[in-house]
């Protein structure tokens, strides 16, 4: 299989060992911002300039999203989406240690209010994100400030594990708390739906990523198109959403700046109009109401902020 | 036993909202999930729905052990001795 085939669960995790990992977060903890944030790019650029199956799959969504726009890839447009991409790694393990705090929010008018108001009635929701941006920002919900909740809550991501499994050894060392509150998508059956249901209907918070198939779902995707072309999204998130039947909104928290992290974040929610409180028979429809009304909410962001789609894999059927 | 038993049946046809088939229809030694003569024919999304299903209606669970979830859904006398088994009394 060629690399710009290769689906994304195909894709070594880059990086050899934790060591390197571990190098990186002393180096993140220990030294200024800015210098971070330089160390960062000079390394970023030597991968780049190594990793080529990475631009070839970069490319393929950033010349879409221009020709969209109308116009050429810029130069080096490439390199600017991985280092975005690192950018936003870094911003994760700060964020998992505690070292930044998670609520330098601007809001956008949009339908926050609702779900916070929601939440604050007791009401649990099925949140649908993306890799568009950093989902670990959907947490500054849960707590601090005014535009915020007055109830304690728990988020309980789904995620798919493969793939990055030293980058989640270290994740779970900085905040053991945190990990074990993250669900394994390859691992939902029926015990685990259950449980999802009930701590909704608690009033908490589940939320998954539509924008990425996974690794066991290969052919049971959901086409739509984005960017100009046919697209595969996973069924199994948006499948999920219908049976846990709770209120749907699709949440973005998009840095402002694209490569200054100190910059506050964008946060979208925006409530689905689609419910699924109809017979099963309607329901296949519905779902795929669903997929469209995320993506096209998926493309417009992505329009605005092309260099933080976290997707470094072949999203499209053909090249 | 016979009036549980019936009671999950009306779940199985109502939560799934079958449509040729009534509650009688349910053979109760043949298996739910795949391709089989007897069978209901489910899928793995039918089984999530059900999981869902008899939580709400029998304050039943299932455990995050796969292969015991599996075996309780086999056939439609596997999933009533479990609830029966583990109904809150």
């Given at each position: 299989m060629s690399s710009e085939s290769q689906q994304w669960f195909e894709v070594k995790e880059v990086g050899g060992s934790l060591w390197h990992f571990r190098f990186m977060l002393w180096i993140t903890c220990h030294l200024p911002l800015r210098v971070v944030e330089f160390c960062t790019a000079v390394i970023c650029f030597f991968f780049w300039l190594g990793a080529s199956p990475v631009r070839k799959r970069s490319s393929a969504y950033l010349k879409r999203l221009f020709a969209v726009r109308g116009k050429r890839m810029p130069f080096m447009a490439t390199y600017k989406h991985v280092l975005s991409f690192a950018l936003s790694m870094i911003e994760k393990l700060l964020g998992w240690r505690g070292a930044i705090k998670l609520n330098r929010v601007e809001t956008q008018g949009d339908d926050l209010d609702k779900l916070v108001e929601q939440l604050d009635r007791g009401e649990g929701a099925f949140l649908i994100c993306s890799h568009l941006g950093n989902m670990e920002m959907l947490r500054s919900l849960t707590g601090y400030g005014e535009i915020h909740t007055h109830r304690q809550f728990k988020v309980f991501p789904v995620v798919d594990f493969s793939g990055t499994s030293k980058f989640n050894a270290l994740l779970y060392e900085l905040n053991p708390d945190l990990m074990n509150s993250v669900l394994d998508a390859n691992k939902i059956g029926v015990d685990s739906a259950v449980w999802m249901k009930e701590q909704i209907v608690a009033g908490n918070v589940v939320a998954i990523a539509g924008d990425r198939t996974s690794a066991n779902s290969q052919g049971r995707n959901i086409e739509m198109d984005f960017l100009g072309d046919s697209a595969n999204f996973p069924e199994g998130a948006f499948t999920l959403a219908s049976i846990l039947n709770a209120p749907i909104y699709f949440t973005f928290a998009i840095r402002k700046h694209d490569f200054d992290i100190r910059t506050p974040y964008e946060m979208h929610v925006v409530k689905a109009?689609?419910?699924?409180?109809?017979?099963r028979r309607e329901r296949t429809g519905k779902i795929k109401d669903l997929v469209r009304e995320y993506v096209q909410l998926l493309e417009k962001l992505s329009l605005r902020h092309p260099y933080q789609w976290y997707n470094f894999y072949n999203f499209w059927k053909k090249t | 036993m016979d009036e549980l038993k019936n009671r999950i049946k009306e779940m199985i046809v109502t939560a799934l909202e079958l449509?040729?088939?009534?509650?009688?229809?349910?053979?109760?030694?043949?298996?739910?999930?795949?391709?089989?003569?007897?069978?209901?024919?489910?899928d793995s999304i039918d089984a999530l729905e059900l999981g869902i299903a008899i939580k709400e209606n029998f304050g039943v669970s299932f455990s995050a052990a796969n292969e015991d979830t599996k075996k309780h859904f086999y056939s439609f006398d596997t999933l009533a001795a479990y609830i029966s088994a583990n109904m809150p009394k």
């Open positions: 109009t689609t419910s699924f409180d109809c017979s | 449509e040729d088939v009534t509650a009688a229809d349910i053979v109760e030694d043949a298996p739910l999930f795949g391709e089989s003569e007897r069978g209901l024919g489910l």
